[in-house]
Structure formats: C-alpha cells, structure tokens
C-alpha cells in the first residue's frame, strides 16, 4: 500500500493549485474584482507568455539522449489512436451531416460552427490523453514507485509540449481559419469593390479580425437601410450589394481546405507555444551534448514568468467557473462522460498498448498510473483562449483532482495484484 507520507505529498501538492482556484473563484463571485475583460486577459497573459516560458523551461531542461524509448513509444501510440479515432468518427459525423443536412428545408452548415465534429475531436483528445503529469503526478507516483518516475514524468510531458500541444492549437486553429474565412466568403462575393475601400481596411482580414468586418457589413446593411444614408454612390451601392446577399449564399461559401489548412499552419508556425518548444529542443540537443548549463540570469528571468503558469491558469479557471449559472457549467451529464474517458478508457487503452510492445514491471505501472491523473491545466487555457469547450475544460480541471487521488491509488491496488 502507499504510505501516508506518500499521500500527504500529494494533498500538500494539491492544496496550492486549489488555493489559487478559490481565490479566482471568490474575486469574480463575490468580491467582483475583475471583469470578463479583465479575466479573458489573465488567461491570455498565461497563454501567451507563462506558458510558452514554462514549456522552454520543461523541454530545455530534459536530457534528449537518455529517454525511455518504451514509455515514449506506449504513450504516443497511446495519444495516436485515441486522435485516430476520433478524427475518424468526425469524418463519419461530417458525411453523416452532409447526406441529410437538406432533408428539413435547412442548409447542412446551419447549424454552423457549434455543431462541428472537431471541437469533439479536440476536446476528448485533449481530457482523455493529456494528464497533469507534473503537478499531480510526480508527488503521487514518487511516493508509488519511487524518485525514478519524477524523470520519466519529465520525459513525457516534454513530448507532449513538443507534439501534442502543437496538435491540440493546430486544430483550434484550423477551426478558427475555416470559421473565419467562411463568415467573409459572402463579402468577397458579394461585394468586389477594392481592398481599399471600407475605410481602407483589407477585406481578407486576419481571422482575429472577423467580429470587425462583421461590425463593419453590419453598419453598412444599415445604411442602405436608413432614409437618412450616406450620400456617396460607391459606399451606398456596396452596402446595398452585402445587404442583398441571402443567408443561403453566405452558407455556401466553404473555403478550400487548402486554404483553411495553410492558414492554420501558418498562424501555428507564429504563436510563442511553437518557438517555445522547438528552441527548447534545440538547446537541449546542444547543452545535453556538449555539456553547457544555461547562464543564471538568463535562468532566473525564466523562472519568474514560468512560475506563475500554473497558479495563474487554475486562477483563470476559477474565475471562468464564476462567471457561470452553476457549479458545474458543462452539466452533470458530460461531466460523467468525461471521466469516464479521463480515468476510465485512457489508463485502459495505456495499458494495452503497453503490453502490446513488451512493457512489464515497474514501468508498465507508472505507464497506466500517469494516465489516469487529471487533465492538465494547460489544456483549460487553450480552451478559454480558442473559446471551444471551457465549460467542459474547466470541470474536467476541478473535479479530476478529487477524483484522481482515490483513482490512482486503486490502479496501484490492481497493478500490483
């Protein structure tokens, strides 16, 4: 059995991250001491700068050449399959909507972007293979298997900076390009007057900037509208021409995959999270081979902003829980269900491919164990970020830490009958 000093490690772990979750809490439900704006800035804050500092600290500081190429191999087959599977059932969904989307009158996008499988494939990937391996898990599989699982911890959350993250913001992203480029599709269309119209502002605008040239097609629906008009023939005939399009025609406007898939790629290939981890690895290639150690003062800056990720995003998860009707936003119904996945089928699926290629003993056991921790905090400040599922994200936070401590122990139990 484990120890009770082993246990209490892990409350005493816990604790904080729920100290700074309360105080979000408490600040937004009753002390009213920040706004939705203020809020979505801290979790912007974390995402774009704590975090990417916190992922060049966790990659550069792991030894490349020394990984455990079983546990690497069992948890990215692990983290394949689950994204395998679930892309495959959002083709299926997606053909599926396709062949009867017209049979009641509707267009099949008019349900529009909430109703897209990816958001599913996103977010189950995310609460069924992302665990809190750091925070949660060296504490608890220390006092389980020993101070050999805090280096194989390391390893496995590196790779999961290095891949897996990068494929979780690909996917928002890739949501956020096919969104964006479909909701301007019916200006481009409808009115094309030059770029330098509307104010001198480009209609191929960046996809950050839809809510703008929404506002703006808006404004001039309005004035083609309104007895009391601008004047001037361009502006009043393109204002007409947007007016006139039908919601049937703005639907029909799909943009090429193409063209949503080089605009996701290139908007991952400009946020910190990529450079941060690819620069990480290239240092650790570097220092690990050569032997060179990073300067103090460039180590210590990075320590003061990489220390507050994970305070500040179970902060930013407590004020989000704030701002809902109730305790627990996404329901108790998809609350269950993403246990379920969390610390039911993803530890399964980890100990089945870990006995597919050969892994035994020890390492099998902290293999399923760091499986079944609870979903990572990073994983909820993605989600508020991109503004896909953070109900769900924010429950899957709270609740798996209760929910981890008796779950992991009883896989320690069966894994060592």
């Known amino acids: 059995m484990i120890p009770g000093s082993a246990v209490y490690h892990v409350v ?249 898939l080089w605009m996701a790629v290139k908007k991952l290939l400009q946020i910190p999270n990529t450079y941060a981890s690819f620069l990480g690895l290239i240092w650790s290639l570097m220092a690990f081979k050569i032997g060179f150690s990073m300067p103090k003062i460039v180590g210590d800056s990075l320590f003061i902003i990489y220390t507050t990720a994970v305070g500040l995003s179970m902060f930013a998860s407590g004020t989000f829980i704030a701002r809902q009707s109730r305790f627990v936003p996404c329901g108790y119904t998809i609350a269950s269900l993403s246990m379920v996945l969390k610390f039911l089928i993803g530890p399964v699926l980890m100990l089945l491919v870990s006995l597919a290629i050969g892994m035994h003993g020890t390492l099998l056991h902290i293999a399923v164990v760091q499986a079944a921790l609870p979903l990572a905090v990073t994983s909820f400040v993605y989600a508020e970020e991109y503004k896909v599922h953070a109900d769900i994200m924010s429950t899957g936070v709270i609740l798996g830490i209760f929910i981890s401590l008796p779950v992991t122990i009883v896989y320690y139990i069966l894994l060592g009958l």
Request: proline share 6%.
């Open 12 to 260: 005493e772990a816990m604790a904080p991250l729920y100290t700074a979750a309360v105080l979000g809490y408490a600040s937004v439900r009753w002390l009213k001491a920040f706004s939705d704006e203020q809020c979505a800035g801290i979790n912007h804050f974390v995402a774009l700068y704590a975090v990417p500092v916190l992922i060049f600290h966790m990659v550069s500081t792991n030894d490349p050449y020394h990984m455990n190429e079983r546990l690497i191999a069992a948890d990215t087959l692990q983290k394949a399959i689950i994204l395998l599977a679930l892309t495959a059932w959002a083709f299926w969904a997606h053909f599926r909507r396709r062949r009867t989307g017209g049979g009641d009158g509707k267009p099949a996008a008019a349900a529009g972007s909430a109703a897209s499988p990816i958001k599913w494939v996103v977010t189950n990937f995310s609460v069924a293979s992302l665990p809190n391996t750091i925070i949660m898990g060296v504490p608890l599989l220390d006092g389980m298997y020993g101070s050999v699982s805090g280096g194989l911890m390391k390893q496995i959350v590196v790779m999961q900076f290095c891949i897996w993250y990068n494929v979780v913001i690909f996917l928002y992203e890739f949501m956020a390009a096919r969104d964006s480029t479909t909701k301007i599709s019916p200006v481009v269309s409808a009115a094309p007057a030059p770029a330098a119209e509307n104010g001198g502002r480009s209609i191929h605008a960046d996809e950050n900037q839809v809510v703008v040239v929404n506002i703006e097609i808006t404004e001039m629906a309005a004035a083609a509208a309104s007895p009391t008009a601008s004047t001037d023939s361009s502006e009043s005939a393109e204002a007409a021409a947007v007016a006139a399009v039908p919601p049937a025609a703005a639907v029909q406007q799909v943009p090429p995959v193409k063209v949503v």
